[in-house]
């Protein structure tokens, strides 16, 4: 049985409620959505990343079979710009004759059929007044800002620590830029009627861009409906709403008809954003028994030209480690690139890659096990705030980690260890993600037929929300699973967070336990006089529920069915709805927690050919309490391969000249494949966090920060060869 406020979430590993609809075909994403007399878009981009058009022919568009409109700066109406949040929006499409970045679109061409559209397309004409890029973040022509975002930190007098300390070191790493281009093509099919509209959308976010479109169009939110049941993927490019889902909308009010535009790959490349490229460089200082005296930490990365992108790669190095003197600085620079974005563990993912680097090159110096350097200068208290943690299981990460791998039987000195003509190295990371958690609304109604429908305005991008907010509310009203329904993907839900910073989890379980809780008061409310019920006068406080019954603690015969007290009462339903904010640390006297982590690699490098294999990998993860096992697992090897693919594979390639993206297509950006996914172990451990009343942190992003690292060090181990720069290619290898 279980009561209101002590919940054992354990998760079991559930399978996927969602999973059948998908493995039939029967999941429709926004691409399998349409309307009677549908339309059908196609875009124009620019050939050139800076400059002005200053010609625009569109007449063979026009006159090509099946046309209803080209749509340009010249005719498009003026649009209102959407509201910034933590990322910038970008700005309307259409609305001038400037040109910030290759692949920016110039116009658009709406027809009857979409290949119809693409080949009018085709057929228009752009002249430009061309002017040279800015593409390189050391051109002095690059405009630098400073402190961003508002986190550059500093503790102590790190200057005169460096100074002072018996040893020091300095090295500069970089991170290439990386693309989302998740699985799914984005996007959008949009329909008015009047000042109504409705849009299907590949969004993690569609309160957000029912938000947006309304302000861009003036009209009223009440009236704008954004619908993403599913969605393809994501990885954080779906959180802004990005120049396409304007057009769409626009398109459609401008010919009269429903319209639906699909992005092609190369304009998933050039249109919804990628991870920053990044330049960090770490300076340390320690005794020579390994504890660190100073630290500073300065990142610069790339920006887009207009609008802001909070990339803070340095800003988690404050909290990383017990160190009295620490600065940290981020700094960004803008170029002719198309719009930065968040990627999977934004900031975290490259800062990491280079403190983690760095703690494995001092550990180089001073003769001391990796490992051991880091548990001699694990942080007990959150060293910035100065609080306890929230919860923090670190420690035990690295305990398990090291046995399960086996790391003990790592031989210390480069190029020791052999497997026949193989180099094998072991490489090791910390890793942690910063604690994010958005407000939330979720709604619950138990039916007269002892079901529940459990509703909040989310998505779920893959990552099992629909599964395990489901085994959530099943677990707080005393349900089985197969008789609860979580409902997402619909703006007119109760206002739902974002799918992103690895915060959904806690904001959406918690509204939902605030939810649930608030509809059994309402059953108690609905016997509190009746005389005849078991229940009467009872507080939420006084009851547990079990299998479709509320009965009071520690009494299960005096109870009632859900089903009994509604048809007793002549009601239907009853509902309740719920919210979540984020609790404040001054007041709970503790530092939130975001999840913490240690990865183990093992890699194996030929000489000879210059060839790198992740040959295994182990995981230990704390993520609080963990709701389901299978897709936390699930998460937690997704974002390791997507680690993977940042250490080893994936670069964004733009011509320094022109700002073309070189290789926008998936046969030019390389991805791990199969063959290049190790045997993988993950563990959870860990108790559950004390920030929020479900005791859960997120696992979306965890899973790909610290890999990068842990590679690199690894490949150190197995050849002596620091490599300081991503993706790691055969040349450094040879």
């Known amino acids: 049985m279980t009561t209101l406020e002590h919940v054992e979430l354990v998760g079991e590993g559930v399978d996927r409620v969602d999973g059948p609809q998908k493995v039939t075909g029967a999941a429709r994403y926004p691409n399998d959505f349409g309307f009677p007399n549908l339309a059908h878009v196609a875009l124009v981009r620019s050939t050139i990343a800076a400059g002005r ?24 109406p003026p649009l209102g710009r959407a509201p910034d949040t933590f990322l910038s929006a970008p700005p309307p499409p259409l609305q001038d004759d400037r040109i910030l970045h290759y692949g920016q679109y110039l116009a658009m061409v709406v027809a009857d059929t979409a290949e119809q559209a693409t080949a009018a397309a085709r057929r228009v004409r752009v002249d430009y007044e061309a002017a040279e890029p800015v593409t390189d973040m050391h051109d002095p022509r690059a405009e630098l800002l400073t402190d961003p975002g508002g986190v550059d930190s500093t503790r102590g007098d790190p200057e005169a620590a460096l100074a ?28 008015w009627d009047g000042d109504a509209l409705t849009v299907h959308d590949a969004t993690q976010w569609p309160g957000y861009v029912r938000t947006a479109l309304a302000q861009v169009f003036a009209v009223p939110e009440s009236g704008v409906r954004v619908l993403a049941p599913f969605v393809g993927g994501g990885f954080g490019a779906g959180l802004r709403a990005w120049p396409h889902v304007v057009l769409a909308a626009l398109a459609a009010r401008m010919v009269g008809r429903p319209v639906k535009l699909v992005l092609t790959r190369p304009e998933m490349f050039t249109g919804i954003g990628h991870r920053t490229s990044t330049e960090q460089r770490i ?30 790669c340095a800003a988690g190095t404050a909290s990383a480690y017990a160190c009295p003197n620490v600065s940290t600085r981020d700094r960004q620079v803008r170029l002719n690139v198309t719009w930065c974005n968040s990627m999977r563990a934004p900031g975290e993912a490259q800062g990491n890659f280079a403190l983690e680097s760095a703690m494995d090159e001092l550990s180089c110096i001073l003769g001391i096990d990796p490992l051991e350097l880091r548990l001699r200068n694990y942080a007990d208290r ?78 779920d991008i893959g990552t099992g929300t629909y599964t395990v907010m489901a085994q959530l509310s099943a677990e707080l009203l005393g349900l089985d699973l197969e008789r609860v329904t979580f409902e997402l993907g619909d703006s007119d839900l109760p206002p739902g967070a974002q799918a992103g910073g690895s915060g959904l989890t806690a904001g959406l379980g918690s509204a939902i336990h605030a939810a649930c809780r608030n509809l059994v008061r309402a059953f ?78 093992e890699v194996r490098v030929d000489p000879s050919l210059g060839l790198l294999r992740v040959a295994r990998i182990v995981s230990v993860i704390d993520a609080g309490r963990i709701l389901n096992e299978k897709t936390a697992t699930s998460q937690i090897i997704g974002g390791t391969v997507g680690g993977i693919g940042m250490a080893m594979f994936e670069e964004v390639v733009t011509d320094a000249g022109t700002g073309r993206i070189a290789n926008a297509t998936l046969g030019d950006y390389l991805i791990p494949v199969n063959a290049d996914v190790p045997e993988m172990e993950v563990i959870f451990v860990g108790r559950p966090d004390r920030f929020n009343p479900i005791g859960v942190k997120g696992v979306g992003e965890i899973g790909l920060v610290g890999i990068p690292a842990a590679i690199a060090n690894g490949v150190y181990h197995a050849t002596g060869r620091r490599i300081r720069s991503l993706p790691i290619t055969i040349d450094q290898l040879l």
């Not at 990460?397 to 790391?407: K, P």
């Not at 299960?556 to 979540?580: C, K, M």
Request: charged share 20%; aromatic share 6%; proline share 6%.
């Open 53 to 76: 058009i200053s010609g625009l022919d569109t007449g063979a568009a026009e006159s090509a079979p099946g046309v209803l409109a080209v749509i340009t700066h010249e005719n498009a």
């Open 164 to 191: 002072s300390a018996e040893v020091r070191f300095e090295a500069t790493y970089t991170t290439a830029p990386n693309a989302n281009s998740p699985m799914g093509l984005f996007a959008t099919v949009a329909a």
């Open 283 to 312: 300076r340390m200082g320690a005794t020579r028994d390994g504890r660190l005296v100073a630290l500073d930490h300065e990142s610069t990365t790339t920006l887009q030209m207009e609008g802001n992108n909070i990339e803070a």
């Open 382 to 459: 959150h060293p910035q705030l100065d609080l306890p943690w929230s919860s923090k299981a670190l420690r035990e990460c690295y305990e398990v980690g090291a046995e399960r791998f086996g790391w003990s039987r790592r031989l210390p000195e480069p190029g020791s260890m052999r497997d026949g003509d193989w180099l094998v190295g072991y490489g090791l990371a910390g890793v942690s993600f910063f604690w994010y958690q958005a407000p939330c609304q979720a709604g619950a109604t138990v039916r007269r037929d002892g079901t529940a429908l459990v509703r909040s305005a989310v998505t």
């Open 524 to 601: 108690l409310d609905t016997v509190r006089d009746d005389p005849t019920s078991p229940l009467a006068g009872c507080t939420v406080d006084e009851v547990s529920v079990g299998r479709g019954r509320i009965h009071r603690t520690g009494s299960p015969e005096r109870g009632e069915s859900y089903a009994d007290i509604l048809s007793a009462h002549g009601l239907a339903e009853l509902t309740a709805n719920g919210a979540s904010t984020p609790a404040d640390s001054q007041q709970l006297g503790l530092a939130p927690a975001g999840p913490f982590g240690a990865r183990f690699v």
